[in-house]
């Protein structure tokens, strides 16, 4: 379930619909984390792309790079967006 965090477009302060996508396939990798192109080839998106949402997860503290991979945090989206006072879009 997306919270306020990916129902908010990305010119509202959110990051939208599909950085959910990028960041459920980061999710799914677990603490091994993933590539940028190993999460293009399970999402679909081009690696400019996928670097923009990752680096949006990252502003908000649910991702991190660490030697070419990337990982969650163990931060949740609902903390994310309380922290930068998204709330549910009307």
């Given amino acids: 379930m997306d919270g306020p965090l990916f129902a908010t477009a990305s010119r509202n302060g959110g990051l939208g619909q599909s950085a ?4 459920r396939q980061l999710e ?5 984390g993933a590539t940028v192109e190993e999460l293009c080839a399970s999402v679909g998106y081009q ?18 790079e660490r030697e070419g991979r990337w990982r969650p945090t163990g931060k949740s989206q609902w903390e994310a967006a309380s922290e930068h006072g998204l709330t549910e879009p009307a």
Avoid: N, Q
Avoid at 20 to 23: C, D, E, S
């Fill in 28 to 32: 799914s990798h677990g603490a091994a």
């Fill in 47 to 64: 690696p400019s792309t996928i670097l923009k949402h990752l680096k949006g997860l990252a502003r908000f503290g649910m991702v991190e």
């Fill in 20 to 23: 959910a996508r990028t960041w």
